[in-house]
């Protein structure tokens, strides 16, 4: 299923074209999968910066000259493999009216960005810290954890630099020991 749905997020229909277009041996479909799912297990550890293509070709057991004869460059190869993995997480139904296909796949698109294991305890502990005066700021505990982590994410996967524990402890403490809301606008005294 997960190649299949690549191939329709590529918008391979595996027709005679598709074949007729490309030269030499075809794609093996093991292949690929140790290509996308290599690529997708280093952006996940090592970040996007760290992620080359010698980097999927070590981890993949494959040349580097069979990943560019497939992919066009990096930046396809990267976004090929997050699709990949996006479709193997959440499977397009081939059953039902078109609408009614999209709304379950949106539907399970959006329940899955909610299921962060570490979200709700990390709102619970803000909840915590602003009922006990510990963190003064007086934030939606969402709108915190977003920006404090959105933050760093960003930051992570843009490659911007100071990305440190003492960059991470000192974002938290403008964020959470100051009098603002999560916008580091002045809040309102209760």
């Known amino acids: 299923m997960g190649l299949e749905s690549w191939a329709m997020a590529k918008g391979k229909t ?4 598709d074949a007729a277009a490309r030269r030499g041996r ?29 980097a999927v070709a070590r981890h993949s057991n494959v040349s580097k000259m069979t990943i560019y004869k497939w992919w066009p460059s990096r ?10 993995q996006a479709s193997l997480m959440l499977p397009l139904s081939g059953a039902g009216n078109p609408a009614a296909r999209v709304r379950r796949h949106a539907a399970a698109y959006t329940e899955a960005l909610q299921l962060s294991f570490r979200r709700k305890p990390m709102l619970e ?7 006990d005066g510990s963190i ?5 505990p969402g709108d915190l954890y977003d920006a404090i982590y959105g933050s760093l994410f960003y930051r992570y996967v843009f490659g911007i630099k100071p990305l440190s524990p003492a960059y991470a402890r000192n974002l938290v403490d403008i964020l959470l020991t100051t009098d603002s809301d999560a916008t580091g606008n002045p809040a309102e005294r209760r």
């Open 14 to 17: 595996g027709s005679d074209g």
């Open 26 to 54: 075809p794609r093996s479909a093991e292949t690929t999968t140790a290509i996308l799912e290599s690529a997708y297990t280093l952006m996940a550890t090592t970040g996007l910066a760290a992620t080359s293509i010698d």
């Open 75 to 84: 930046e396809a190869l990267l976004i090929d493999a997050f699709l990949n």
């Open 125 to 131: 502990l803000i909840a915590s810290g602003q009922q």
């Open 136 to 140: 003064r700021s007086t934030g939606a």
